[in-house]
């Protein structure tokens, strides 16, 4: 399990060790500034310069479509984002303790985009500060201690949420107050995942009693990237929700990966028909300036405050609202939900088009434009990391960025930005195609 | 204690219950929007709309002198700040898993200001992202689990760091593996603070060792902001982290308020003759652009990053790197340190001329443009935290914004951009010496 954790984490980066610093000027400086902390992509790195829409291009002038990045969501250098924050940040930049307008009606047009009822935003800068308050928030309501989580997720970097995220750790295992359980895949639950999910959801809530922890919260990203990207059936979480609920504890939605658009609808939850305690956004939130929020029903957030005096300093700056405000007028104006999914569709198809007749490729799933493509060795689908490093790799010098995903890393995580035209989709599916055929031959030394 | 940390973040504060809603449309949005983590300056807040140099506009065209707001410290929408920021985000704004000569030159710069040896730099968006690193890395480092603050110390907002923030918690007192002393003031410790304070941190080191926790730092903002400013003797540091050295601990320079020139040193600890461990930096460090960094030895981070992969998606991106070096630049080429110390110094000798004609002034004291004025009560100096309170919303009436710090809230916290001229200075004094006229009369309704 650590083992396999770390694989996510590590998996393409560079590393120093295994791949040597080559005499590259700003490569060496890069290594002396992050020092140990460096996470970089490909075991050459690359450098780029500029990026609009879909697109990034490098120093030297290649141009990449970029399947990989959530966070510049509504494209690249999108020029309403880039206006809006131009304009605000000369104008003003101050924290929230002054009333601002735009701050103001950003949070009005967010919280119209939420399910009924009343909600209050907490805004920062990081979805690790939103989930780090989240948790906070759901432990001071339910008097609970104990969170349940999925086995390879990842909710943030904080020394809180961390402990909720077993993708980050390198080693060790969760503590005693977090169990994780399987992701909601058929592979482990079979036909009724929903039903299989609710029952190891409910095993956690009795591990954790077990270990002296009531349940606090089922913190929980829809769309399960981390681990692999879990999307059908939708609904399959109510069971799990309800679960949670009956032994009192309350449902975090992480949307940091799903919201905003990614799997066809606003929020991920959407798709499972639930309404949250707590959802939690970030990374897309402001196409690239930091801005992260957390939202909750106005007596949860009360009893979070009765003990703490929570300020955030960046968040909420008018600067942050204008971004945020452009990202919603940007979704809303262009059709972005539709478009993902529309688009998702298209992949979907076509990718699974390819894996019929390839075997390399097993399940392929997701929803809107968040795809997970498994690289598997046998029909029983048994995992090949090492052959989805192949494919980022052989992807790369087809001019596509890629990850991978779950706790092998043997899933493709397919991920454009919202704004993915057709000819954008059928460029990467092209180049799925080639990849895999120069695969054939040895493993190319790309990468 | 409980009740006199919660006067500090509720200090002059939009209380709705006190205050009431008034029937102000964007006040009852902001209210709605925000909940119960609401935190607003004044009584009456006020509606900023724009902001240049040292000086705010509000809706009604009314200008204020901002000598409360630490972020915008080269000078609220400084052209080189934000024509950085408006350039960079037009070109690429991505995540640093990708190499930006930007973000190098910037660590590069930055690193060749802290003291000699080799430095690493995390890099994120909060000051409580950093802080939240340093106490795992110190902890990771030392095999320690205790950690010693000051009484009022606030280090920032998330799960873990809050811990070591009495002046946020509202009640209840920090857990078991944090000790507080009381800050380094002659008030506690009489002439000798530095030999004071040392005993006190050994003290602690004492006290930490018999609940079964090893020191793993003593973390100190050495201008001691929210305890109520405490500058002098400088070097009064040196004893008390001799002794945590001493005992197997290490020294976390918390200098998210001294840095970046603020106490006339580009960094705080410098007055006190330290090379710390850990630097952790933020608030001004991006001019409000939301930036914050964790700098320390390689061999510290390497041990950290054993057990977990650290990402920070919004850190050290080329936009936030633009923003952090041209904040660099201006204070580099503007002389904003030396600006700091000088006039620091004079409003050093204008406020005590003042204090020494009025009784209500009492001590006063600083370091650069940052200068702690107690409000008392009698000759003895008794805090008053109410005279505290009258003065701020004085102030405000004579186009002035401040704030107040110390445990009790009785001290003002004079804290203006380092770009401040001697003209704004006069005004600041003149405006202190009329609202302190002012108040001799019935304590105006103001604020």
New interface residues.
């Given amino acids: 399990m650590a083992g396999a954790s770390?694989q996510i984490?590590?998996m393409n980066a560079f590393d120093s060790g295994a791949d040597g610093l080559p005499d590259d000027p700003?490569?060496r400086?890069?290594m002396?500034?992050?020092?140990?902390?460096s996470?970089?992509?490909y075991s050459r790195?690359?450098?780029?310069?500029?990026?609009k829409g879909a697109w990034?291009e490098d120093a030297a002038g290649i141009r990449y479509l970029d399947f990989y990045?959530n966070?510049?969501s509504v494209g690249?250098?999108h020029p309403r984002v880039?206006a809006a924050?131009?304009a605000q940040?000369?104008?003003?930049?101050?924290?929230?303790?002054?009333?601002?307008?735009l701050?103001?009606t950003y949070?009005?047009r967010l919280?119209a985009t939420l399910p009924g009822g009343?909600w209050?935003?907490?805004l920062?800068?990081?979805?690790?500060?939103a989930n780090?308050i989240a948790?906070?928030a759901a432990a001071r309501w339910t008097g609970g201690t104990g969170f349940i989580v999925t086995e390879t997720a990842y909710h943030g970097?904080?020394?809180?949420v961390?402990e909720e995220s077993p993708a980050?750790?390198?080693?060790?295992a969760p503590p005693a107050h977090v169990v994780a359980v399987p992701a909601p895949s058929a592979k482990t639950y079979g036909k009724d995942i929903a039903g299989g999910f609710a029952q190891a959801v409910e095993g956690a809530i009795e591990a954790l009693a077990a270990r002296g922890h009531a349940v606090a919260a089922l913190i929980a990203d829809s769309i399960f990237s981390s681990d692999g990207v879990f999307a059908d059936p939708s609904g399959f979480l109510g069971p799990a929700v309800d679960a949670v609920r009956a032994a009192g504890g309350i449902f975090v939605a992480d949307e940091v990966q799903p919201g905003f658009g990614r799997t066809g609808r606003m929020w991920g939850f959407e798709r499972h028909g639930l309404s949250p305690d707590i959802v939690t956004m970030?990374?897309p939130m402001g196409?690239?300036?930091?801005i992260s929020g957390m939202a909750t029903r106005?007596e949860i957030?009360?009893k979070?405050?009765?003990?703490?005096?929570?300020?955030?300093?960046?968040g909420?700056?008018p600067?942050?609202a204008a971004a945020g405000l452009s990202v919603l007028d940007v979704i809303a104006e262009e059709g972005l939900t539709e478009n993902a999914d529309r688009m998702g569709g298209y992949l979907l198809d076509e990718i699974q088009s390819l894996a019929s007749a390839d075997p390399r490729l097993g399940d392929v799933r997701g929803a809107g434009l968040f795809i997970g493509i498994d690289l598997v060795s046998d029909k029983d689908g048994t995992p090949d990391p090492a052959a989805a490093k192949s494919l980022i790799n052989a992807l790369r010098d087809r001019r596509v960025l890629i990850g991978a995903a779950g706790q092998l890393g043997h899933t493709l995580k397919v991920r454009p930005p919202l704004c993915l035209t057709e000819a954008e989709a059928t460029f990467f599916v092209d180049a799925l195609r080639a990849a895999l055929r120069s695969m054939t031959a040895p493993t190319p030394q790309a990468g």
Avoid: W
């Fill in positions: 770390r984490l590590d700003l490569l400086r890069r002396r500034n992050f020092g140990a902390a996470v970089l992509f790195p690359i450098e780029m310069v500029s990026a990034m990045n966070v510049p690249h250098s880039v924050v131009q940040i000369g104008q003003l930049n101050v924290n929230s303790r002054y009333l601002h307008s701050t103001e949070l009005d919280r009343d209050n935003v907490v920062g800068c990081s979805g690790s500060e780090d948790l906070r970097n904080t020394a809180a961390i980050a750790l390198k080693r060790g970030g990374k196409n690239g300036y930091p106005p957030l009360s979070f405050c009765e003990d703490i005096g929570y300020f955030n300093t960046f909420g700056t600067v942050a």
